[in-house]
């Protein structure tokens, strides 16, 4: 069993950059997504980066906004966001597949991820 713990998240202006963070309970090789789900809206991929952390994918909506990164610590992922929009208002999820399969064709597939965090909020003002 693997928890996920994100944070980073909070209110920010238009334009304004946010940094999440997610933390594993447990090292362990995995692959991470993240995904979003704003109110009355599905749950839509953002960022994904690889067990090798040499591989990253973005939404189109958010591609040369944001990147995703390994920490230098060995269980912990970051999404940096930068010129964010009102549209980005979300809450965020970190997920983690666990081992070493291939995330290229599974990457923004929700169901394809083992475990999930609680989620954290980002609230981006006009």
């Known amino acids: 069993q693997v928890q996920l713990v994100e944070s980073g998240g909070g209110l920010v202006q238009a334009g304004g950059s946010l940094r999440l963070s997610c933390a594993l309970s447990k090292r362990t090789s995995y692959n991470m997504g993240w995904f979003r789900q704003a109110p009355g809206k599905e749950r839509e991929f953002v960022a994904a980066?690889?067990?090798?952390?040499?591989?990253?994918y973005y939404a189109d909506s958010v591609k040369g906004r944001c990147t995703i990164a390994r920490d230098s610590a060995p269980n912990t992922v970051h999404l940096q966001m930068n010129s964010l929009k009102p549209e980005d208002t979300a809450v965020y999820y970190c997920a983690v597949r666990q081992g070493y399969d291939s995330i290229h064709n599974y990457y923004s597939k929700a169901y394809w991820y083992d475990y999930w965090g609680q989620g954290t909020q980002v609230t981006v003002s006009s």
């Open positions: 980066i690889n067990w090798t952390g040499g591989t990253t």
